[in-house]
């Protein structure tokens, strides 16, 4: 099966169109890449930002869906409404599955996507998307309001889904409890919640990435979307809870533990 992630590049290995094809890698699907950015980036923060111009971004992704069997796809940074503009071209007239990760702000804060930027993705990307996998932040920039309880989270779902999305799913990292419990809201389905203990660590660069990779993995391998969002958590909660313990800052997750610890996973559905 073959996948393509549409992302920037991290070049300290944790996020991004890096993180994506490691995941691709261990869930056994052949990942392609569009590239929209280059960062200069390492576990402590980004230090620069160098865009790939808009028709270069469209030439990539029309060479890959030219000449390969594509699957899945995911959108990471995609950076400027310039760059949203030429693969919403492309990717409208497709029905391959579409997993937007809402990437806007990077784990040291700093911000991977113009302001003028979330208009377009809001009104020309999510419209196509399949799943979309913002966490609480983000999800509070899409929808314009605080996100504190479990009814507003319902209430941002019931807004992005608005949008012509088929499913939603909002993390719950960023809210202070015990667990990380993330809600996924499904067009005519019952909604359901994943939930983990929350592992105390600070290596969870690229955990977003990651997430949304995997469930374009499982979606390209022929899963549905509840049984491609349950994989993914348990792919990302072993690679959250088994560390590589490296870098000084916000150290990547493991993609390794997969495969490792595949055993050791207690993700519960409810």
Same mark, same amino acid.
Do not use: W
């Given at each position: ?8 590049? @991290?070049?300290?290995?944790? !996020? ?50 030219? @000449? ?38 990077? =784990?040291?804060? !700093? ?8 208009? !377009? ?29 479990? =009814? ?18 909002? =993390? ?54 509840? !049984? ?37 996973? @207690?993700?519960?559905?409810?």
């Amino acid at each position: 099966m073959i996948t393509c992630t549409i992302a920037g590049s @991290d070049s300290g290995g944790g !996020a991004g169109i890096q993180a994506d094809l490691k995941t691709f890698q261990e869930l056994r699907v052949f990942g392609t890449s569009v590239i929209t950015a280059l960062t200069a980036q390492n576990t402590e923060g980004v230090h620069g930002i160098f865009p790939t111009t808009a028709d270069f971004v469209q030439a990539q992704l029309k060479a890959v869906l030219q @000449d390969f069997d594509v699957k899945a796809i995911k959108t990471g940074m995609l950076f400027s409404a310039e760059i949203i503009e030429a693969i919403v071209i492309l990717l409208k007239n497709t029905d391959i599955p579409l997993i937007v990760d809402p990437v806007m702000i990077a =784990k040291g804060g !700093a911000s991977l996507l113009e302001q003028q930027a979330t208009t !377009a993705l809001k009104e020309k990307l999510l419209p196509l998307a399949t799943v979309c996998t913002p966490n609480i932040p983000e999800a509070e920039i899409l929808t314009g309001y605080k996100i504190q309880t479990e =009814k507003d989270i319902a209430s941002a779902a019931h807004d992005l889904l608005s949008l012509g999305l088929k499913c939603v799913v909002i =993390k719950g990292g960023h809210l202070n409890s015990k667990h990380a419990t993330d809600t996924v809201f499904i067009r005519g389905v019952q909604p359901f919640k994943m939930k983990t203990e929350r592992v105390d660590t600070k290596h969870t660069h690229g955990t977003g990435c990651t997430f949304s990779a995997a469930i374009t993995a499982e979606m390209a391998k022929g899963r549905s979307i509840e !049984a491609a969002i349950i994989e993914a958590k348990k792919y990302v909660q072993l690679a959250i809870r088994h560390p590589l313990n490296i870098g000084h800052g916000f150290g990547p997750t493991n993609h390794f533990a997969y495969h490792e610890q595949r055993g050791m996973c @207690d993700v519960h559905v409810f």
